[in-house]
């Protein structure tokens, strides 16, 4: 070509960088018109890690497709599969907490959220034991509108019981039997409450709440536990017979005849040494 049909370096350094832009650009356009496509193989490569077992792989497939596109339509549900994951597969407690948490904090109005919310009280309870936070995250989830109220207020008695604040677990399974004055947790709910006054050494309030258990409940499987806490209630107090006969009248129907046997045994020996034989 001679010198007069050349371009000028300018001109060729303009057109090759118009080029590489057209070739960025449409790059660029096919990757966001593809992109939803893109995150749904991703995603779909996350379950069929967690179907093949490859629970840790899975997690992390999850997680960074969230991290690295928070606003993509599978963003909160690849977040709660990440978090479930690592609570129920893996045991990395504290890497699901952080991640329900996130999934409150950034996608309150998905309905993932509120599955999250369970997710962030049951493991501070049952999985970190941190009862304090986890009566929180109950009471928060009491403040919704939900179908479940019975069974949250159930774990929010429980909490206090684990942490040995028997008077305020009381207060919490009756506001229980307040509020839902025909739950099928009735019988288990009051005798728990004979519990708590049995731990307080009240006796007398113990042995009244085990009554009410197995005069109420006859049927139920907390019935034979009330006998059995009453006759512990009685020979607190000393009257040993009365609980010797009420330990006897569990035989056959008590659920644990090994436990029910050595104490008949123990509390029979503690009636000859008071009678001398």
């Known amino acids: 070509m001679s010198r007069r049909g050349k371009r000028p370096k300018h001109q060729r350094l303009l057109l090759a960088g118009a080029?590489?832009?057209?070739?960025?650009?449409g790059g660029l356009f096919w990757y966001r018109s593809h992109l939803g496509g893109i995150l749904e193989q991703r995603f779909q490569q996350g379950l069929a890690l967690r179907a093949a077992g490859d629970f840790a792989?899975?997690?992390?497939?999850?997680?960074?497709?969230?991290?690295e596109h928070p606003d993509g339509a599978r963003a909160a549900e690849a977040l709660l599969q990440a978090g479930t994951l690592l609570h129920q597969s893996l045991g990395r407690y504290q890497e699901a907490l952080l991640a329900y948490l996130t999934l409150e904090r950034d996608y309150a109005g998905a309905p993932q959220s509120a599955t999250a919310r369970v997710q962030v009280a049951e493991l501070y309870k049952y999985r970190l034991d941190d009862q304090p936070r986890?009566?929180?995250?109950?009471?928060?989830?009491?403040?919704?509108?939900?179908?479940?109220?019975?069974?949250?207020?159930?774990?929010?008695?429980?909490?206090?019981?684990?942490?040995n604040n028997f008077?305020?677990?009381?207060?919490?399974?009756?506001?229980?039997?307040?509020?839902?004055?025909?739950?099928?947790?009735?019988?288990?709910?009051?005798?728990?409450?004979?519990?708590?006054?049995?731990?307080?050494?009240?006796?007398?309030?113990?042995?009244?709440?085990?009554?009410?258990?197995?005069?109420?409940?006859?049927?139920s499987p907390f019935a034979a536990e009330a006998h059995f806490g009453l006759a512990?209630?009685?020979?607190?107090?000393?009257?040993?017979?009365?609980?010797?006969?009420?330990?006897?009248?569990?035989?056959?129907?008590?659920?644990?005849?090994?436990?029910?046997?050595?104490?008949?045994?123990?509390?029979?020996?503690?009636?000859?040494?008071?009678?001398?034989?």
């Open 57 to 67: 792989g899975a997690a992390e497939v999850l997680r960074n497709l969230q991290a």
């Open 134 to 163: 986890a009566i929180s995250a109950y009471r928060r989830l009491l403040e919704e509108p939900r179908d479940d109220g019975e069974r949250l207020q159930y774990e929010v008695a429980d909490c206090y019981f684990r942490l």
């Open 232 to 277: 512990a209630a009685l020979e607190e107090r000393e009257r040993l017979r009365e609980a010797l006969t009420i330990l006897e009248e569990l035989q056959g129907v008590y659920p644990n005849q090994q436990v029910l046997a050595q104490r008949i045994l123990q509390l029979r020996g503690r009636i000859d040494k008071r009678s001398g034989r």
């Open 167 to 219: 008077e305020q677990a009381r207060i919490e399974f009756g506001n229980l039997l307040r509020d839902y004055p025909h739950s099928s947790l009735a019988a288990e709910v009051r005798f728990r409450i004979a519990v708590t006054y049995a731990l307080e050494g009240e006796a007398e309030n113990a042995m009244a709440a085990f009554r009410e258990v197995a005069a109420r409940w006859p049927q």
């Open 19 to 25: 080029v590489l832009l057209l070739i960025v650009l």
